[in-house]
T-cell receptor
Framework: RKEVEQDPGPFNVPEGATVAFNCTYS??????FFWYRQDCRKEPKLLMS???SGNEDGRFTAQLNRASQYISLLIRDSKLSDSATYLC???????????FGTGTSLTVIP | NAGVTQTPKFRVLKTGQSMTLLCAQD?????MYWYRQDPGMGLRLIHY???????AKGEVPDGYNVSRLKKQNFLLGLESAAPSQTSVYFC????????????FGEGSWLTVV
């Protein structure tokens, strides 16, 4: 079983739409959680960390449910520039290993 | 502010040739990683290092070797390249005390023919 699983999509949504991505992780010992964004032929870049109480950064909201071992990302009022692949990332302090989902592809359509 | 720098960015190799990818970071990070990314597979860890002079195997280490002689550099070697090693390679670094974020280089595109 993969450490981190994501729906690969693709998600094709119109501008202004709200879209949500979910991610599940298998190891309950996981300690830190992140969403990374990866543009075509570019490196992954941190979008936001995910905290237990949930957190928001502008149009982006991240939530963590430790009991069910899933992480979500909500994007409101989608922009064309949001088109990218979104990676769910989990970190375990033991060995400081990062585990990556395969990514969810988002295309925002004019 | 360079961050993580990888060289070369693009390379074409013939089967059986050897090469080294260089990763350099200027953030004084202890941890460094080499990943490969293939379509539908996500990022897979090849080797990693928790400090100068130490290395460890990741998920897909076969066919690769690494060295961390200096804290800021992490080298990935292919001794005898195979077509299955055609991929995009990302180096990353991490300092556990600084927000636990992992930082990536821009990637190295390797094609083995």
């Amino acid at each position: 079983r993969k450490e981190v699983e994501q729906d690969p999509g693709p998600f094709n949504v119109p501008e202004g739409a709200t879209v949500a991505f979910n991610c599940t992780y298998s190891n309950s010992a996981s300690q830190s959680f992140f969403w990374y964004r990866q543009d075509c032929r570019k490196e992954p870049k941190l979008l936001m960390s995910v905290y237990s109480s949930g957190n928001e950064d502008g149009r982006f909201t991240a939530q963590l449910n430790r009991a069910s071992q899933y992480i979500s990302l909500l994007i409101r009022d989608s922009k064309l520039s949001d088109s990218a692949t979104y990676l769910c990332v989990v970190n375990m302090y033991v060995g400081n290993q990062f585990y990556f989902g395969t990514g969810t592809s988002l295309t925002v359509i004019p | 502010n360079a961050g993580v720098t990888q060289t070369p960015k693009f390379r074409v190799l013939k089967t059986g040739q050897s090469m080294t990818l260089l990763c350099a970071q200027d953030m004084n990070h202890e941890y460094m990683y080499w990943y490969r990314q293939d379509p539908g597979m996500g990022l897979r860890l090849i080797h990693y290092s928790v400090g100068e002079g130490t290395t460890a195997k990741g998920e897909v280490p076969d066919g690769y070797n690494v060295s961390r002689l200096k804290k800021q550099n992490f080298l990935l070697g292919l001794e005898s390249a195979a077509p299955s090693q055609t991929s995009v390679y990302f180096c990353a670094s991490h300092l556990p005390t600084s927000g636990n974020t992992i930082y990536f280089g821009e990637g190295s595109w390797l094609t083995v023919v």
